[in-house]
């Protein structure tokens, strides 16, 4: 008899519809990190050489003393997920666009390093690594806390928009919502403070590791 109380707890807890969402938010992840990489596997000889000019040039201007990470872009790369999720979440095509955007962050972000190790080989991880090593450990734990928090609003959203669940109860946005936008902000406030200082300096190690 108490064996059942104990299954019964386990199939619950097998079927958390959170977990669902945040093992389909990576999943949609993964499927546009692997895209990216492929993508970049597709260059023909041209857009390599243009790839690799171009790296080249971002590697030179960080071989330099004193350079720091434009604030702009800082704000934009740090914030533009995240701020992103949290407005679909009040609108109905957040249902469709927060998955599409977890790919896009996946696709860009695997684009990148592979178009580091395209140019530059082994080597090129590395260099990666230190472009995006801060800005990730950061950005992604707030992107999916965001986004796992606003799909299921927009779901309800889209439920009603087409009809289905007009006589439920409307979408009510607890303090729990804004709450993890506010967290989200000053964790991400306190990465791009973090990128300016390190991610130049990590940079700059990988480049002298991976020179000849």
Do not use: Q
């Amino acid at each position: 008899m108490r064996g059942r109380p104990l299954v019964r707890t386990i199939r619950l807890r097998a079927a958390d519809p959170s977990l669902l969402r945040e093992l389909l938010l990576a999943f949609f992840f993964l499927a546009g990190a692997v895209a990216g990489h492929l993508c970049a596997l597709s260059w023909d000889v041209s857009a390599r050489e243009a790839m690799s000019g171009y790296l080249t040039d971002y590697c030179a201007v960080f071989d330099g003393e004193g350079l720091t990470v434009s604030l702009g872009s800082c704000l934009t790369l740090y914030f533009g997920y995240v701020a992103l999720a949290f407005l679909l979440g009040f609108a109905s095509v957040g249902i469709v666009l927060i998955p599409l955007l977890s790919g896009l962050f996946g696709f860009l972000t695997m684009y990148t390093i592979s178009g580091f190790t395209a140019c530059f080989g082994r080597g090129g991880v590395p260099l990666a690594m230190g472009a995006l090593a801060v800005r990730l450990l950061f950005t992604l734990p707030c992107f999916f806390a965001m986004a796992g928090a606003a799909w299921p609003l927009a779901t309800e959203l889209g439920m009603l928009s087409f009809g289905r669940g007009r006589r439920s109860a409307p979408v009510l946005y607890g303090s729990r919502y804004f709450l993890t936008f506010g967290v989200c902000v000053v964790v991400l406030t306190a990465g791009v403070f973090c990128e300016r200082l390190l991610t130049p300096l990590l940079f700059r190690l990988a480049l002298g590791g991976a020179a000849p």
